[in-house]
């Protein structure tokens, strides 16, 4: 599949490595807070659309800690698969949970950008997978260190992208009802376009839309 195809959600699968408050505190690359946002887009946006999401983290309990509970708690009966390693591929696990999502395009993000989201990107690429890094929901020690190992990811074949050029791809179409209100609900939680659409709520009423309406008489004179 060519990666001038669109991502849909009957096409590609997240997956989300580290995001634990031990990895967090090496991120010097962004506000810290913005990678949290970024990663619940992510993560909200595969809920909503119904697309496969493998969790992953590295020395839960002796080191690393939990993984954010905004994500775990969308996915409160999936199990998470815990490693030892740095490059999530050497874990059998999340090996098998790769494969089982059914979907060779795989959305990958995490922390750190050199390591844990490099190390299996490349091995995904070996592999015969399409890989798609959201570069504003991974983090690094630097920013230098999240730019070049971003440089090497594109150069190995990987495809950058943000957080919500990912969710608009999936939503294409404002009028696409079935999840128009979630895609809503995540700009206002977590995007400075919240405002807007929460003023354009209030002034127009709940039925202002960016799909337009058919009802004639909705809007003053």
């Known amino acids: ?89 050497v874990d059998a696990n999340f090996r098998a949970a790769i494969a089982a999502t059914g979907r060779k395009r795989i959305v990958l993000a995490g922390l750190w950008t050199c390591a844990c989201v490099s190390f299996p990107t490349f091995n995904l690429l070996e592999e015969g997978y399409e890989v798609f ?17 971003m440089q090497r990811l594109v150069q190995a074949g990987a495809v950058p992208l943000t957080s919500l050029q990912w969710v608009f791809e999936l939503q294409q179409d404002w009028a696409r009802q079935e999840t128009y209100e979630g895609v809503m609900q995540i700009l206002k939680a977590h995007t400075p376009y919240g405002i807007q659409v929460r003023f354009s709520k209030w002034a127009l009423g709940e039925h202002a839309s960016e799909a337009g309406t058919t009802e004639p008489n909705l809007l003053p004179a």
């Open 133 to 149: 890094i959201p570069a504003d929901a991974c983090g690094d020690t630097s920013v230098e260190a999240h730019e070049r190992a």
């Open 1 to 89: 599949m060519s990666t001038h195809t669109m991502l849909t959600p009957d096409n590609c699968a997240l997956a989300l490595i580290d995001f634990q408050p031990a990895m967090f505190q090496g991120v010097q690359s962004h506000d810290r807070l913005v990678v949290m946002e970024n990663v619940q887009i992510l993560a909200k946006a595969a809920k909503v659309f119904g697309i496969p999401t493998v969790l992953t983290t590295v020395a839960k309990d002796s080191f690393s800690g939990p993984f954010m509970p905004e994500v775990t708690d969308l996915f409160p009966e999936q199990a998470i698969i815990d490693r030892t390693s740095i490059n999530s591929w």
